[in-house]
């Protein structure tokens, strides 16, 4: 499964990938900072994570999971660098049609309640609020807006 969009492509996540993944989360202070060992374990836990590669370079990734029919996405970073040219887009359109796909009516994520940037992202995307979550967030301590999107309707 791997879609082009001129110098972009999205592909599953691979094994080979994870040390770009570990760079690009660390140097976006708004995703969250996992361990090389949960990239690892990825499959094992049934979820799906995807990878962006911009003109070469691993620009992106996004991680999500289906339960029962929700999906949630985990974690989602693109290089800062590389921000505003479509990437971001193209992963999220790619696991919310795969959760589609896979039996999810609805998509969720957790932000950063003072990450305006992002909450403008996805509610440009068909996310909206649907709830807060009180100090979800640790460095700094912070709460999380829960933003929710209907899929199979776009």
Same mark, same amino acid.
């Given at each position: 499964?791997?879609?082009?969009?001129?110098?972009?492509?999205?592909?599953?996540?691979?094994?080979?990938?994870?040390?770009?993944?570990?760079?690009? %989360?660390?140097?976006?202070?708004?995703?969250?900072?996992?361990?090389?060992?949960? /990239?690892?374990?990825?499959?094992?836990?049934? %979820?799906?994570?995807?990878?962006?590669?911009?003109? &070469?370079?691993?620009?992106?990734?996004?991680?999500?999971?289906?339960?029962? +029919?929700?999906?949630?996405?985990?974690?989602? &970073?693109?290089?800062? +660098?590389?921000?505003?040219?479509?990437? &971001?887009?193209?992963?999220?359109?790619?696991?919310?049609?795969?959760?589609? %796909?896979? &039996?999810?009516?609805?998509?969720?994520?957790?932000?950063?309640?003072?990450?305006?940037?992002?909450?403008?992202? /996805?509610?440009?995307?068909?996310?909206?609020?649907?709830?807060?979550?009180?100090?979800?967030?640790?460095?700094?301590?912070?709460?999380?807006?829960?933003?929710?999107?209907?899929?199979?309707?776009?």
């Amino acid at each position: 499964m791997e879609r082009a969009v001129s110098a972009l492509a999205i592909r599953f996540l691979e094994p080979h990938d994870i040390p770009a993944i570990l760079r690009i %989360q660390s140097n976006s202070p708004e995703a969250a900072q996992w361990s090389q060992a949960a /990239y690892e374990n990825l499959r094992q836990a049934s %979820q799906s994570a995807w990878a962006a590669e911009y003109h &070469g370079h691993l620009a992106g990734f996004l991680v999500a999971r289906v339960v029962a +029919n929700e999906m949630e996405i985990l974690n989602f &970073g693109v290089v800062p +660098n590389f921000r505003c040219k479509g990437i &971001g887009r193209a992963l999220l359109q790619e696991s919310l049609t795969w959760a589609a %796909q896979n &039996g999810a009516s609805r998509a969720f994520l957790e932000v950063r309640a003072s990450n305006a940037t992002a909450r403008q992202f /996805y509610e440009a995307h068909g996310f909206a609020s649907a709830g807060v979550r009180p100090n979800y967030y640790r460095d700094p301590d912070e709460g999380a807006l829960l933003l929710t999107c209907p899929l199979g309707r776009k």
